[in-house]
Structure formats: structure tokens, C-alpha cells
């Protein structure tokens, strides 16, 4: 489903030297597959997950999503994948603060309908399935750290992406809901849905069905 080839990433400091973001980076990504990558802070989680996000330009390399870069695409066929293909939950969620937890959830619904109650009522369906039935019609600013992470979640798949990417999802979470989070994943993943997953923490990285190390930009465990 996806391939990076050779991908590489550099960035240029506030001093304006050259900082490795990623180097040599080669993965393979199947359907069905639940990977998560672990690192410590620093080690190029995030700008690994913007990449095959279609959210940031690598400096080298391709990134291929069924046989095509993505990269070598225009803007908006890059735009159509991230609304239609790719979930993307952000680890500082990007959810709207005065909007409702069911309108944040309807917005990327209502880019892809044009009836308007459908894309509502897909989201109320979401979030009643997450148990958040009770929290509709709360702002984003009213809802604890636990029920924002599951809003985030809702939003990146109602459009019912082959692909999910969620970055550092439990890293505001206690160990209980850490683990209803990750449950969520292993059971989105059992119903077909592709995800990776990056975190510094092992014990959520053993959630997934692959494990994968970064340090310093690099893979460290081959592929
Ligand atoms: N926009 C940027 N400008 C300059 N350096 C960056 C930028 N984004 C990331 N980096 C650097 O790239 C490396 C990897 O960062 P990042 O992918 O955010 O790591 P992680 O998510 O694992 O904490 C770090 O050294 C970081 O400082
Ligand atoms: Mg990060």
C-alpha cells in the first residue's frame, strides 16, 4: 500500500546549520498491518509520520502510495489523500476549540457530502460508538484530555481511511486510558484499517502487531 524509498529529511536550525531530521529511511507498508515506531524525543517520529502524511516534503527519497509518489503529485492530489485515504491524529490534536465535539468531528465529513445530516450523523454515530454519546454537544475546551484524544480520533476516521496515523496518541493518558486508546487501534486494525503508530513508550509500542526502532533518523532494527 505505501513504500518509502531512501527518504531523507533535512532541516536548517535557527543558527542556520543543517539538522538531521531523518536519513535513510526504507519501509514497506502492507494492508492490514499495524506498526508502531518507537524513539526517544528528538529521534524523527513526527517528521516521519508528516512524510507518508502527505503533510511535508522529504529532501531525498520517494514516498510511494500505490506505486505513485506522492511527492511528485500536485498539491491537490496530496489534499484529496489526507481528507479521503489518510486519518492523521496529531499528538496536539489540531481539533477546533469553539466548535462542538460532534461538529469537529462532522468537518472533514462534511468536505466529502453534500448533505450536510449525513455527515452529522456519522459523527454522532462515532462518538456514541466511543462512548462520548454524552458529550456531543460540548466544546472542545470543555472536554478532559482522555475524551479530546477520542474526538481526535473520531475526526481521523470518519471518512473511513485505508490508512491511520496517529502521533504519540497516549502521551497525555493515564494507564487506563492509554489502554482503551490502544484497544481502539487493535480493534479499527481487526476491521481492516492500516495503522501506524508513533510513540517513545514501549509498552504502547506492544500494542501493535510490528515494532519498529528510530534513533537518530535511522531505523535501527533493519526494514
Ligand atoms: N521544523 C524544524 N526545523 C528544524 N529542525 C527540526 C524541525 N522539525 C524537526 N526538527 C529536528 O529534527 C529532529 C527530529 O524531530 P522530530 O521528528 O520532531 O522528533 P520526535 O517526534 O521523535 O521528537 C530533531 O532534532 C528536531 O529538532
Ligand atoms: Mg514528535
Same mark, same amino acid.
Request: aromatic letters at 6%.
Given at each position: 500500500?505505501?513504500? /518509502?524509498?531512501?527518504? =531523507?529529511? #533535512?532541516?536548517?536550525?535557527? *543558527?542556520? #546549520?543543517?539538522?538531521? +531530521?531523518? =536519513?535513510?529511511?526504507?519501509?514497506?507498508?502492507?494492508?492490514?498491518?499495524? @506498526?508502531?515506531?518507537?524513539?526517544? %524525543?528528538?529521534?524523527?517520529?513526527?517528521?516521519?509520520?508528516?512524510?507518508?502524511?502527505?503533510?511535508?516534503?522529504?529532501? #531525498?527519497? &520517494?514516498?510511494?502510495?500505490?506505486?505513485?509518489?506522492?511527492?511528485? %503529485?500536485?498539491?491537490?492530489?496530496?489534499? *484529496?489523500? !489526507?481528507?479521503?485515504?489518510?486519518?492523521?491524529?496529531? &499528538?496536539?490534536?489540531?481539533? @477546533?476549540?469553539?466548535?462542538?465535539?460532534?461538529?469537529?468531528?462532522?468537518?472533514?465529513?462534511? /468536505?466529502?457530502?453534500?448533505?450536510?445530516? #449525513?455527515?452529522?450523523?456519522?459523527?454522532?454515530?462515532? /462518538?456514541?460508538?466511543?462512548?462520548?454519546?454524552? !458529550?456531543?454537544?460540548?466544546?472542545?475546551?470543555? /472536554?478532559?484530555? +482522555?475524551?479530546? &484524544? !477520542?474526538?481526535?480520533?473520531?475526526?481521523?476516521?470518519?471518512?473511513?481511511?485505508?490508512? @491511520?496515523?496517529?502521533?504519540?496518541?497516549?502521551? $497525555?493518558?493515564?494507564?487506563?486510558?492509554?489502554?482503551?486508546?490502544?484497544?481502539?487501534?487493535?480493534?479499527? $486494525? %481487526?476491521?481492516?484499517?492500516?495503522?501506524?503508530?508513533?510513540?517513545?513508550?514501549?509498552?504502547?509500542?506492544?500494542?501493535?502487531?510490528?515494532?519498529?526502532?528510530? &534513533?537518530?533518523?535511522?531505523?535501527? $532494527?533493519?526494514?
Amino acid at each position: 500500500m505505501l513504500e /518509502l524509498k531512501e527518504v =531523507a529529511k #533535512e532541516f536548517t536550525n535557527n *543558527k542556520k #546549520e543543517d539538522v538531521v +531530521g531523518l =536519513a535513510d529511511i526504507n519501509l514497506k507498508v502492507e494492508e492490514g498491518d499495524f @506498526i508502531s515506531i518507537v524513539g526517544p %524525543s528528538g529521534s524523527g517520529k513526527s517528521t516521519l509520520l508528516f512524510i507518508i502524511g502527505a503533510l511535508m516534503n522529504p529532501t #531525498e527519497g &520517494q514516498v510511494l502510495m500505490r506505486d505513485e509518489d506522492m511527492y511528485d %503529485s500536485t498539491p491537490s492530489y496530496r489534499s *484529496k489523500l !489526507r481528507l479521503r485515504e489518510i486519518g492523521f491524529v496529531f &499528538q496536539t490534536f489540531n481539533l @477546533i476549540p469553539y466548535l462542538s465535539a460532534l461538529d469537529n468531528v462532522a468537518v472533514p465529513a462534511m /468536505l466529502t457530502t453534500t448533505f450536510r445530516n #449525513e455527515a452529522v450523523q456519522r459523527a454522532e454515530d462515532l /462518538l456514541n460508538r466511543f462512548g462520548l454519546g454524552a !458529550r456531543l454537544n460540548h466544546k472542545f475546551a470543555e /472536554l478532559s484530555v +482522555g475524551e479530546r &484524544q !477520542r474526538v481526535a480520533l473520531c475526526r481521523s476516521v470518519i471518512n473511513n481511511p485505508g490508512l @491511520i496515523l496517529a502521533d504519540e496518541p497516549t502521551g $497525555n493518558l493515564d494507564p487506563k486510558m492509554t489502554h482503551e486508546v490502544m484497544a481502539l487501534f487493535q480493534e479499527l $486494525n %481487526s476491521n481492516g484499517h492500516t495503522i501506524i503508530v508513533v510513540t517513545h513508550e514501549e509498552d504502547v509500542a506492544a500494542y501493535a502487531k510490528k515494532v519498529l526502532h528510530l &534513533q537518530d533518523g535511522k531505523f535501527t $532494527n533493519g526494514k
